[in-house]
């Protein structure tokens, strides 16, 4: 079936420093991606809409800034948190759309945690 | 604005046994899609089941299926003979037709299997 790469799984950072995810659509072409911010126990919070060769759609209260959404191709959607901050750790989580099938599909996610 | 209610924070089954888990939603949509997705311990977020809301008949994949009250607007999802590996954080959404529509996640449930 559909897969979504995510990566990395896992990163450890020093506060101030950036860090940046890279979310891929394996089997499909995905105009549209997701980003999404999970707090342990809780529902996923939709951070920002990735549109293929245009700009990023953020949520209210995400700040653009400090999280930098690309989205260069049909198949790569890549998050920097920069200068990141303890209070940046959480679990991220990235969705492509395959708009054929009218399915979203999800990432494993990435740990973030910063020192 | 389109909400989903998950109320039920927790449930439990015995393994081998039917449980059901509830969802309601609000819209003023007539036409959009409903889903229910499993986040395992992993945390990868696995699609379980859809469902077209022009669609009458209930989607069934497996041991999963669904029952769609289109007027009550409630998506409850039924998992016959549970299995330890069912045990899960599961999250019903819904998202509008539109090429850009986003999801909404309910606040998820949490489903423990007993042995």
């Known amino acids: 079936g559909a897969v ?23 089997d499909f072409q995905a105009t549209t991606m997701f980003w999404y911010r999970q707090f342990p126990k809780q529902s996923l919070m939709l951070m920002a809409t990735s549109n293929e060769g245009s700009k990023a759609t953020y949520e209210q209260g995400v700040e653009k800034d400090k999280f930098l959404i690309n989205h ?5 959607s890549t998050l920097t948190v920069t200068s990141a901050h303890p209070e940046d750790s959480s679990f991220y989580i990235c969705s492509a759309r395959d708009t054929d099938k009218n399915i979203q599909y999800f990432g494993a996610g990435t740990r973030l945690s910063v020192l | 604005a389109q909400t989903v209610t998950q109320s039920q924070p927790e449930m439990s089954v015995q393994e081998a046994e039917t449980v059901t888990l509830s969802c309601t939603y609000d819209t003023s949509e007539s036409d959009y899609y409903l889903f229910w997705y499993k986040q395992p311990p992993s945390r990868q977020m696995i699609l379980v089941i859809r469902q077209e809301a022009y ?7 497996n ?22 590996g069912d045990a899960a954080m599961y999250f019903c959404a819904y998202r509008p037709t539109g090429a850009n ?15």
Do not use: M, W, Y
């Open chain 1, 4 to 26: 979504v790469s995510q990566h990395p799984s896992r990163v450890i950072c020093k506060s101030g420093t950036s860090v940046k995810i890279e979310c891929r659509s394996l």
């Open chain 1, 72 to 76: 260069a191709s049909l198949t790569l």
């Open chain 2, 55 to 61: 669609k009458q008949q209930n989607a069934t994949e």
């Open chain 2, 63 to 84: 041991r999963f299926s669904v029952n769609f009250q289109k007027a009550a607007k409630s998506f409850s999802l039924k998992i016959s003979d549970s299995q330890l």
């Open chain 2, 101 to 115: 529509s986003k999801l909404t996640f309910g606040k998820g449930i949490t489903l423990s299997v007993r042995p």
